[in-house]
Structure formats: C-alpha cells, structure tokens
C-alpha cells in the first residue's frame, strides 16, 4: 500500500550496459543525498541498480528489463510530495544525460505515475494524491485497531520492530488514534506524517530529514566508533540548517542538546535556551528495546543501544561495553524422507557445559541454556551458552558478560529469541 512510479525507458546504449554510467551520474549529481547506491539483480533476476535518497524512502529500483529497456520502480509515499516531486526531476535529469527516452503511461503494463507528476507537471496533484493515501491509512488503522491491532508499522524499514504506544508507528515517530481520527475527517492533517512534504531543500527537508535519522537511527549514548560518530554529525548538521532557514519552526531541543553533548560540541545558545522549555516524550525509538529480525527466520528483542554488525559467515551480533550477543542459524533439509528434523532431535545431543540450567524460551519455543564463567583471550566472563529449535531451524545464542549482575538482562534477551 502506497504511492510510487513505475516508469519504462528505452535506451540505445544497451540496458544492462548503462546501469553503471546511471550509478556513476547519480553519485556525481547528489551525493548530498545519496544514502546508498550499487548493483544487485531485481526480483526477477535481471541486473538493477538500486539507489536510496532518504531515510524513510525505500530504495529506488532501476532494471535492465530487456536489451534496450529499462523499468523504474520507487515507492515515495514513505517520504512525502517533496521527494517523489524531486525523484521525478532527477529521472528526467537522469534521461537526458545518459540518453535514455522515458515512455508515456501505458495502461496495459501498468507503467506510469501513480500521482501523475511524472508525465503531466502537476505539482499539486501530488499533494492531493498524499492526502488521500493518508486519509485512507487513517481509516485503515483505526479499523485495525477496532480489532485488537496496536502499534501498527507504517512506513517503516523492514528488520526492525520498534516500540513505542500509539496506534501505529511511523518515521516520524508514534501516533495515536486521536491522530488518525482527525487525519481520516481532515487529510490536510497529515503533513507531519511526510519528512518532505515542500518543494527544494526548505527547513522542512531538513528537520524532516534529521528526525527520521533521531526516530530511527541514533542510539542516544556516546558513539562507538566513526560510522556512529558520522551519524550523529550528521543530524547536528541538518538540525543546524534547518534552524538557519526557520528558526521559528519547534525543534527537538533537548535532543538536539544531548547530540551535541555526545559529539563534545560547545553548548549553542539557542539549543540551551530551548531545551529549558522543552516538554513531553523525547524522540528516539532506539531508547527502548527493539526487536531484530535475525538470519534464518528468527528475531530477538535488545536494547536499542546496542551496536549491531553481520560477519561474513552469516553470525550476528550486538554489544556495548560489558555485554555481546552473537546469534548464528542453521537450517537441517529432511533426509531419508523421514521429513524435518524436530526441535527435540536438534537440541538432544546439545551439551549447554556447566553452570546454572535455563530453559522456556518466549512463546514456548524450544531451548536450552546454561550460564557461567568462561574464559575468552584470556579475561574471564560470564556466559550465556544457549540452543533454540523448532522443526528444521536451530538458532544458536552466545551471551558474554563482564559482570555476573547482567545476568537477568542475558536471560532475558535469550528468551526474546522466537521465528516466524
């Protein structure tokens, strides 16, 4: 559900051919923008370029969809009229100087501009068109909610569930359903939902930026390393042009002071002087725990602080000072058509070693755990050594610790650990 572009192409320097030249255009034309841009193969294995240009926006697909054709697919409702306004121009900018001739609509391959910009000019049909996708939402979510549903995602990345109270969660941060009444009867309401609602680079398109990035992305503790640290400078910097442009707008004041805080950045007036003002829930989703969905079907609940990274053998892993947790799955096929192995049969011949007996993982999944010192590189710890298992799935979680006191906390990540 939502608003997007399926525009077709057509090229004489071949499709496949020019996805590299399009990836070195959009590197050279917004890097100010460009979250993430590299080849892969689409849905249908055909070779793509994907490229991101926001944190709320999922990642625009560019396929080579014959020798001399290429299809564009982006959804923009999860960012707002703003950038599906600004995607539509840089496509067309895109075209013209690598050559490629955009196609009108087409009914019957279901190609075109769902909000009609791409094709026609219209600014404002863009508006009109997110208004009423909100407006729609709003009354879905208040369905759901009549049925028992809470904390609805919505336009929201997949591999992470945030928690938060409200009706549903969004980029840009919790809403109740309060707010999805008022936006059902009235969709001009909506703006707030769209971190980029405004034509150009206005306040708007900043503070929106910046908080999707503070929803979303900060842990809120100091940096770890450069890539955190980068982070964090980031939305220092977006929150600063913002207030240069606007500085009329209500910004996350105490927030923006704590970011500031953890970069050892001099106090700024007007953050001091805001921040003493400031009421009300704090932004950040990664304050709170949050569920990460894990190799192999399975997910587990942390806290948001945690630093997170995949190894190249498929482990997982997450830590911060005195605590790692590293979560690795495996998949046994049925042999000798005696079907999947059951959970029983892969945890039987696990040896958890000494130390404290654990068992009941959250939702009844199978497992077994032990706890107790260890050794590792020479420091002693303590350790959570544990198995989960349903029917050809086996996920195993290794939790260290540098203090016998975080004991609880390993128990209970462990039992988080669930599938499906």
Known sequence: MGIGILIAGKTSSGAATLLGPLEAWFRKSCP???????????????????????????????SAAGPDRLVVCAKTSTAGPGYHRYLCDLLKAAGAAQGVEWLPANDVEETGDEAEYFHTGDGEAVDV???????????????????????????????????????????????????????????DRARDLFPWWSDGFDAGYYLGRALARMWMDVSWRPPFDDEERALL???????????????????????????LGYLGDPPRPEVEAGALTSTGPLVGYRRNRVR????????????????????????????????????????FAPRDGRGAPAPESLLKDFDPG???????????T??????????????????????????AHMGICDIFLESAGDRDWAVEVWRSLRRG
């Open 32 to 62: 100010e923008l460009l979250e993430f841009a590299g080849a892969g193969t689409d849905a249908s294995d055909r070779p793509a370029l994907f490229v991101r240009l926001h944190p709320c926006a999922e990642d625009v697909e560019i």
């Open 354 to 364: 000494p130390g404290e007996r654990i068992t009941a993982v959250e939702g009844g």
């Open 129 to 187: 068109h997110m208004r009423s996708w909100a407006s729609g939402l709003a009354r879905q979510v208040l369905e759901m909610g009549r049925e028992g549903c809470d904390s609805v995602a919505v336009s929201m990345p997949t591999g992470r569930q945030f928690e938060a109270n409200g009706a549903a969660v969004t980029p840009m941060g919790p809403r109740d359903r309060a707010w999805f009444a008022t936006v059902a009867e009235d969709p």
């Open 292 to 331: 990460i969905v894990l190799p192999g079907g399975w997910s587990i609940r942390v806290p948001g602080s945690l630093k997170e990274s995949m190894e190249d053998d498929g482990r997982w892993s997450a830590w911060e000072p005195g605590r790692t947790v590293w979560f690795t799955s495996f998949h």
């Open 233 to 259: 400078r980031n939305v220092a910097d977006l929150l600063a042009s913002a207030w240069r442009l606007d500085k009329a707008r209500a910004y996350p004041w105490r927030e923006w002071r704590e970011i």
């Open 366 to 391: 199978p497992g077994v755990a032990s706890f107790g010192r260890t050794e590792e590189d020479g420091r002693a710890l303590w350790r959570l050594q544990g198995r989960v298992a349903m029917p």
